[in-house]
């Protein structure tokens, strides 16, 4: 039985070029929101509430080091939970995910899958034919390794043995583009990912990542503790 087809936006925070997915039921208008930021915090609950959608579930795909969250601000406006990894040492989420977890909102389920490598707590998310993937598969390129628990060969196993056994036509969309792509699929990065198509083994992999030379994300001693507690900082100043 096909169901009605989700609600579905991309939204774009262009400070730090963040991604953030709304995704509803059509049905129930029961939604989840993926990698908030608290920059825009009022554009994604105005659009909650135009759309009249009942958020359910508030994802982060990992600590971001480059943002914060908006996950705080939109569970105290809504009532929504708020769900991570496991791995992540986070003190704020209602929910700690694991590999394979269901995460339900109408009568569907998004799932949770462990990808790991760019930090321990990177998940991405999959339902019907939409995979959401944090920093750990960007179009045509892939998160950095070279801080937080980095680990450039865990990447490439996150990447290589699982999301690239999603089917080819999976619709790729990345937590971040610096370049104005929106989307990409599976069977695209698997052809022109210039790091990890499938002609490049662990160690070309391993290579390029060790020569990158990238400085640290601006806001990275702000934005990682603010992370740790879900982007709850009102007690600590917040920015008005
Ligand atoms: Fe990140």
């Known amino acids: ?24 039921d059509p049905t129930s208008k029961d939604a989840i929101i993926i990698d908030p930021t608290i920059d825009t915090y009022e554009r994604d609950l105005n659009l909650i509430r135009e759309l009249q959608l009942n958020l359910k579930y508030i994802l ?28 992540s040492l986070a003190s704020g989420p209602d929910t700690f995910l694991k590999d394979g977890d269901q995460i339900p909102f109408g009568d569907r389920f998004m799932t949770a899958l462990a990808t790991p490598g760019h930090t321990n707590s990177c998940m991405s998310f999959y339902i019907d034919g939409y995979v959401f993937t944090g920093d750990t598969l960007l179009i045509r390129g892939t998160g950095r390794t070279d801080f937080q628990e980095g680990n450039t060969s865990t990447l490439y ?84």
């Open 60 to 87: 982060d795909t990992h600590i971001h080091a480059d943002h914060i969250t908006g996950a705080s601000q939109l569970k105290k406006a809504t009532g929504a939970k708020i769900g991570i990894s496991h791995n």
């Open 157 to 240: 196993n996150s990447i290589r043995k699982k999301l690239f056994t999603l089917p080819d036509d999976t619709r790729v969309y990345p937590g971040h583009d610096y370049s104005g792509h929106t989307s990409s699929t599976i069977g695209q990065e698997k052809m022109l990912n210039p790091r990890v198509r499938l002609e490049n083994t662990e160690e070309v992999f391993i290579q390029m990542m060790s020569n990158l030379k990238l400085d640290a994300p601006k806001r990275i001693r702000e934005a990682v503790p603010a992370n740790l507690k879900s982007g709850n900082i009102s007690l600590h100043g917040k920015k008005e």
């Open 1 to 24: 039985v096909s169901k009605n087809p989700l609600i579905f936006h991309q939204l774009f925070d262009k400070e730090t070029y963040t991604y953030t997915y709304l995704i509803a």
